[in-house]
């Protein structure tokens, strides 16, 4: 029988390897795993601080520790004994017994990467305009009967395509779905994979001549669920395996359910049939997250990680940080960090000052403008100065309206000062951004090649 004094010393010996000496002494040296079930793992350390930085900033690195000890990857909880929290002159409850006596919920049926987060919910994911149909196209899904052959029958949802750019939301709504199934379902076989660890396994497979495995594995599930799908693309071995292994769930009434950085008429190297599959269920866009959105999230992040944050602080965050959601976490756990190891009110010149690389990032918005311009100008083949002019043929109107609407969805910029930029009355610009959403929506090729500069922008 496992000890857990046993499993605790190889997880802090791969600990040790991603930490200095001196990080490693500091969060995980006093620590003891004190129980271990296939749900969750409890650790111990001796202070409340210390137990608040490693839940906040090292639960996922301690997730990932225990998985590659004991297999399977549980749900971390760290208790603080500065407080009596727990006794521990009592026996340690050595629950690792019962997964070996087959005790514990077996896990067998759920597969899942390193990373998975088990803590992302439908409770804490916050809804605004830019995400309210996937969110609820993603509930949806995970409120199916799927025990009741009429309703499998329907196939309504299925498959369902999220897209959108990186780090607004995705993949929390897919962890939300499989955390809601698999509690409603233990025994539905789940898969959730990435797209490129679909290619990676399927050319492992290949190598070892282990395919007949590799297509049981996937083609047997009850809920498949594949992020970033859009890595298939381009590669035909792999987009054969997928069309093979979708056709099979999809015929027998189990639920797809797949996320790419873009519609599928705009993945390029897609094949057709594969297009057409995916356009066959429902689509579902989640865009970068406005001012409110930011702002909520803001405040449910500091709320989650104990922090406090003025109303000043919060609005100069959410008005300066605008390209995804996953930088805003990074934000907080920064804050938090910088609150535990250095003490003190978090002021908003102190904050100004802890995140200015982060804003840098982000450049000033004129300044920012002025790539937009560039960028544009490069890409249709008119000059800057015939965009900022008065001129009124119709490939210089559309460029025009080309950067107003990607200003509006990179920068905070109002209409009234993009107007000023290009020396035009604010009217003249105000259908702009419907100009070009209409466009986008009737031309795939031009949508794919508004949202190409705009990754081109926001990833410089």
Not at 29 to 52: C, G, I, P, Y
Not at 186 to 204: R, S
Not at 345 to 361: F, M, P
């Amino acid at each position: 029988m496992p000890n857990l004094t046993n499993i605790w010393i190889p997880i802090s010996e791969i600990l040790k390897s991603h930490h200095h000496d001196t990080a490693y002494n500091l969060w995980f040296s006093d620590m003891e795993l004190v129980s271990l079930t296939s749900k969750e793992a409890m650790f111990t350390t001796t202070q409340n601080a210390k137990r608040d930085v490693l839940l906040d900033i090292f639960a996922d690195e301690l997730a990932d520790a225990t998985f590659q000890v004991v297999g399977f990857r549980p749900r971390i909880i760290v208790i603080s004994t500065e407080n009596e929290e727990i006794d521990l002159s009592a026996p340690k409850i050595e629950r690792f017994e019962e997964i070996e006596r087959g005790e514990a919920t077996s896990t067998d049926d759920i597969v899942m990467p390193e990373d998975y987060r088990s803590d992302y919910t439908f409770d804490n994911f916050v809804v605004g305009a830019s995400n309210e149909f996937a969110y609820a196209a993603a509930r949806a899904v995970s409120e199916k009967d799927f025990n009741d052959p009429q309703t499998l029958r329907t196939n309504a949802y299925n498959p369902l395509f999220i897209y959108g750019p990186s780090g607004v939301g995705k993949t929390h709504l897919l962890y939300a779905i499989t955390n809601k199934l698999a509690k409603r379902y233990p025994k539905k076989k789940i898969v959730y994979i990435k797209g490129e660890e679909f290619t990676n396994q399927l050319v492992d497979a290949i190598r070892n001549k282990t395919t007949v495995e590799f297509r049981e594995k996937f083609r047997s599930v009850d809920i498949l669920l594949i992020d970033d799908i859009q890595f298939v693309a381009g590669r035909e071995a792999t987009q054969l395996e997928v069309f093979n292994t979708f056709n099979a769930i999809y015929e027998e009434r189990k639920q797809i359910i797949l996320t790419s950085d873009r519609p599928p008429n705009e993945i390029k190297t897609l094949e057709e049939r594969l297009r057409t599959r995916f356009l066959s269920g429902l689509l579902a866009d989640v865009s970068l997250p406005d001012f409110d959105l930011r702002l909520a999230i803001l405040q449910q992040k500091a709320k989650q990680n104990n922090i406090y944050l003025s109303t000043e602080i919060l609005r100069y965050i959410a008005e300066n940080i605008t390209s995804s959601i996953r930088q805003i976490e990074g934000i907080i756990k920064r804050l938090g960090a910088i609150k535990f190891l250095q003490g003190g009110e978090l002021t908003l010149e102190r904050v100004k000052e802890s995140i200015k690389d982060y804003i840098a990032v982000k450049g000033d918005d004129s300044k920012k403008f002025e790539e937009i311009l560039i960028a544009v100008s490069t890409k249709y083949g008119i000059s800057r100065e015939d965009i900022l002019s008065n001129k009124r043929n119709k490939e210089i109107v559309m460029a025009r309206h080309i950067c107003v609407y990607i200003a509006r969805e990179i920068t905070s910029l109002s209409q009234a000062q993009i107007a000023k930029i290009l020396n035009r009355d604010r009217s003249t610009l105000v259908s702009s951004e419907k100009v070009v959403k209409d466009r986008m929506a009737d031309d795939a090729d031009f949508a794919f090649d508004i949202r190409e500069l705009i990754r081109s922008l926001t990833q410089q």
